[in-house]
């Protein structure tokens, strides 16, 4: 009986250090200095008439809408030109989709999110609300875990406050 318990400690003490290399075999890669300065042009919504800040807007204003724009980077079936979520959604749901059960990875492109896009995508929704200027704008980059897959999704998350003049 203690022969038998004392090669099963020594078997999970085995077990353990095998574990504990492999574990730490994992090459080591610190994180690089990076240094980065983004411009994001404003001038050609101003072109257009719409006035956009980050700050308040101190004359008088009526708020129209909290406009919301959010992007996942991902995959993206090739012949989407402009991607929804339902679109994206039936190329992967077998129960839902008009499509095969099955795809190719080479009918996909891969697409990230860049801010440009979404303040394009941004002014779309405020002209037809016939804003005048977008104030307190806000950029950030969100994650999510991708309903498809259940792997973390990188994106961004644009609002603003919609406006018109008094």
Excluded: H, W
């Excluded at 499509?99 to 080479?106: D, P």
Aim: hydrophobic residues 35%.
């Amino acid at each position: 009986m203690r022969n038998s318990t004392f090669k099963m400690s020594q078997i999970m003490f085995c077990s353990f250090i095998i574990l504990f290399l492999l574990i730490n075999c994992v090459p080591f890669r610190p994180a690089l200095y990076e240094k980065t300065s983004y411009n994001i042009d404003l001038s050609k919504y101003e072109n257009e008439g719409l006035f956009i800040t980050t700050g308040d807007y101190y004359q008088n204003y009526e708020p129209l809408s909290i406009l919301t724009v959010t992007c996942y980077d991902g995959y993206i079936y090739k012949g989407t030109a402009k991607p929804t979520q339902l679109e994206n959604e039936n190329y992967y749901d077998d129960l839902y989709s008009n499509q095969e059960s099955t795809y190719k990875m080479k009918d996909f492109d891969y697409k990230s999110c860049y801010v440009n896009d979404l303040l394009d995508f941004l002014f779309e929704s405020a002209k037809k609300l016939n804003a005048k200027g977008i104030i307190r704008l806000e950029i950030k980059s969100v994650t999510q875990i991708s309903p498809i897959n259940g792997q973390t999704q990188d994106g961004l998350l644009i609002t603003g406050l919609a406006i018109k003049e008094k």
